[in-house]
């Protein structure tokens, strides 16, 4: 009885140690990489855009400043290569200085998508960020991860992803 008391307890215990890791686990911030376009930086707008995902919820937990190189432009957008609009866009991200930023929060990438309005400005919703700012589908202001696989591919290609998400 002793002994059967006992396994009952140490079952529990492993039931509640594992609910509560669990939970830990689905808590957990998400990261995904943002840029601030040329269209954005060229206007001053970096401020102003940041306040949009401060004010809803998201964190920029790392933000430089760069002008890309047209080698980094290719491969950033390689997977856009055989549409029409990819010369014109790797000309364009390369045209001025980019700001390019980590943002978490609970469900980053979707809430940043969400923030950040539909890729062309003509779709954009009301209070967001292309649908304020943009000034057309390419000059669209900012980017942002689109899953959770391009959030670690993306951040990866501006920082070092381990230190950033193990802090
Ligand atoms: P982004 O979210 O950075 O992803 C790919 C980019 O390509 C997109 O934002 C726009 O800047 C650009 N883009 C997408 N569709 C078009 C289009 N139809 N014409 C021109 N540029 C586009």
């Known amino acids: 009885m ?17 609910i509560f890791l669990v939970s830990k686990y689905m808590d957990r911030d998400e990261y995904t990489l943002s840029i601030i376009k040329p269209d954005a930086t060229s206007r001053n707008l970096t401020s102003e855009i940041n306040e949009y995902f401060i004010n809803n919820g998201l964190r920029v937990v790392e933000q430089k ?12 957008y390689a997977e856009h290569k055989a549409r029409p609009f990819y010369n014109d866009l790797v000309e364009y991200m390369i045209s001025g200085p980019v700001v390019v930023q980590i943002l978490s929060g609970k ?24 649908e304020k700012f943009a000034e057309s589908v390419e000059r669209n202001s900012v980017h942002g991860s689109d899953s959770a696989e391009s959030a670690k591919r993306e951040i990866s290609f501006f920082f070092n992803y381990d230190e950033v998400t193990n802090k």
Do not use: V
């Open 65 to 76: 400043a760069t002008t890309l190189t047209r080698a980094q432009a290719e491969e950033f």
């Open 107 to 130: 469900d980053a990438i979707a809430k940043n998508r969400e923030i950040m309005g539909a890729t062309n400005p003509a779709n954009a919703i009301p209070g967001t960020i292309r």
């Open 2 to 18: 002793k002994g059967a008391l006992k396994y009952t307890i140490y079952k529990i215990s492993i039931l509640i140690i594992t």
